[in-house]
């Protein structure tokens, strides 16, 4: 099966919760890809003591999941790019809603 996962929020235990069943699909063999939108490009500034985003993050990237980040959400919070993501447009989002089996949004 083929996740996607839209996160368009800044709250760190909404973020770590949309991360969870990305991994959990993803060892049970399914193909993950986010797209990070709105507040949710802001995902590096999110860990908190009880929300370990980083790691979530980690284990879907190395478990070659992919993430997606808003380029026009990044310039409009004047953020620098990161190596985590790969900057996208609405074409990336709209090819991960075409080609998923499912989506789910945070």
Same mark, same amino acid.
Not at 13 to 31: L, S
Not at 45 to 62: G, H, P
Not at 68 to 77: D, K, Q, S, Y
């Given at each position: 099966?083929?996740?996607?996962?839209?996160?368009?929020? +800044?709250?760190?235990? &909404?973020?770590?919760?949309?991360f969870?069943?990305? +991994?959990?699909?993803?060892?049970?063999? @399914?193909?993950?890809?986010?797209?990070?939108?709105?507040?949710?490009?802001?995902? *590096?500034?999110? @860990? &908190? @003591?009880?929300? +370990?985003?980083?790691?979530?993050?980690?284990?879907?990237?190395?478990?070659?999941?992919?993430?997606?980040?808003?380029? &026009?959400?990044?310039?409009?919070?004047?953020?620098?790019?990161?190596?985590?993501?790969?900057?996208? &447009?609405?074409?990336?989002?709209? *090819?991960?809603?075409? *080609?998923? @089996?499912?989506?789910?949004s945070?």
């Amino acid at each position: 099966m083929k996740l996607g996962v839209i996160v368009y929020s +800044n709250d760190s235990e &909404t973020v770590w919760n949309a991360f969870r069943p990305g +991994n959990f699909a993803q060892a049970m063999g @399914d193909q993950v890809s986010v797209f990070l939108i709105g507040k949710g490009v802001e995902i *590096e500034s999110l @860990d &908190t @003591d009880r929300f +370990n985003i980083s790691e979530q993050v980690k284990m879907l990237v190395d478990g070659g999941g992919k993430i997606f980040a808003c380029g &026009t959400c990044l310039e409009l919070r004047q953020m620098k790019i990161s190596d985590i993501y790969m900057v996208a &447009t609405l074409k990336e989002l709209y *090819e991960i809603v075409q *080609e998923s @089996d499912k989506i789910i949004s945070f």
